[in-house]
C-alpha cells in the first residue's frame, strides 16, 4: 500500500544549525510530493512541492527539497534553523489513482524544537 | 482574502449531541476536503468533494457526513457525537479541474472535544 514515512517524530537542533527532516514515500509511479508546516493552533501552510519538473525544490522561508528515486526519499532541509522555524512538518504524496481528486497521504509529522 | 475559514474554532459537546463543522472558501475552488488530526497520526481524510452536489468517502468516514450544495461551502455533520471522535479538524480546498497535483490550502482548524 501507498505510503509516507518520516523519521523521527522529534527532532531538536540549536538556532544556526542545519536542519534535517526525512521522509520516505512508498510508490510504483513517479510521485507528487509536498511538505506543509503547521504553527501552534494554527492549519497548515505549504513549505514546497516536488511534481517533477526538478529534483531539488526550493521553498519558502530558506527551506528546499531534494527527490531521490533511488532512495524514495524527500527530506527537507534548511542550512540555519532560526527559532520562529519551531513547528509541526508534514509530507504528504498525492494518492494513487487520484489523479482527478488530488487526494494526500500524510506522514505522521515531524516537530521541530530550536534551541537558542 | 480570507481564503479557508472554518467555524467554530473550538467546541465541546456531550456524547450523542450533534452538530455541524462549518467550511467556506472564497477562492472559487473545485476541490474541498476534511481532515481529522490526533497526535502522532498526521491527518486522515474523513470526506472529499470535487465539485457542487459530488461527494465521497474518505479514509474514514464513519460517523460522518457531509454535502455540497454550493462551491462555496462544505459542512461536515456529526450526527452521535462518540469520545472517539475528539480531534482537531481541518478543512481544505484546492482548485482542482487538470491540476490534481495543486497543492491544498487549509482552514485553522476546529478543536472538538466529546465529553
Known amino acids: 500500500a501507498q505510503s509516507v514515512t518520516q523519521l523521527g517524530s522529534h527532532v531538536s537542533v540549536s538556532e544556526g544549525a542545519l536542519v534535517l527532516l526525512r521522509c520516505n514515500y512508498s510508490s510504483s509511479v513517479p510521485p507528487y510530493l509536498f511538505w506543509y508546516v503547521q504553527y501552534p493552533n494554527q492549519g497548515l501552510q505549504l513549505l514546497l512541492k516536488?511534481?517533477?519538473?526538478?529534483?531539488l525544490v526550493k521553498g519558502i522561508n530558506g527551506f528546499e527539497a531534494e527527490f531521490k528515486k533511488s532512495e524514495t526519499s524527500f527530506h527537507l532541509t534548511k542550512p540555519s534553523a532560526h527559532m520562529s522555524d519551531a513547528a509541526e512538518y508534514f509530507c504528504?504524496?498525492?494518492?494513487?489513482?487520484?489523479?482527478?481528486?488530488?487526494?494526500?497521504?500524510f506522514g505522521q509529522g515531524t516537530t521541530l524544537q530550536v534551541k537558542p | 482574502n480570507a481564503g479557508v475559514t472554518q467555524t467554530p474554532k473550538f467546541r465541546i459537546l456531550k456524547i450523542g449531541q450533534s452538530m455541524t463543522l462549518q467550511c467556506a472558501q472564497d477562492?472559487?475552488?473545485?476541490?474541498m476536503y476534511w481532515y481529522r488530526q490526533d497526535p502522532g497520526m498526521g491527518l486522515k481524510l474523513i470526506y472529499y468533494s470535487v465539485g457542487a452536489g459530488i461527494t465521497d468517502k474518505g479514509e474514514v468516514p464513519n460517523g460522518y457526513n457531509v454535502s455540497r450544495s454550493t462551491t462555496e461551502d462544505f459542512p461536515l455533520r456529526l450526527e452521535l457525537a462518540a469520545p472517539s471522535q475528539t480531534s482537531v479538524y481541518f478543512c481544505?480546498?484546492?482548485?482542482?479541474?487538470?491540476?490534481?497535483?495543486?497543492?491544498?490550502?487549509f482552514g485553522d482548524g476546529t478543536r472538538l472535544s466529546i465529553l
Open positions: 481544505a480546498s484546492s482548485p482542482g479541474g487538470g491540476g490534481s497535483n495543486q497543492p491544498q490550502h
Open positions: 504528504a504524496v498525492i494518492r494513487h489513482g487520484s489523479s482527478n481528486t488530488g487526494k494526500l497521504i
Open positions: 477562492m472559487n475552488h473545485n476541490y
Open positions: 516536488y511534481t517533477s519538473a526538478a529534483t
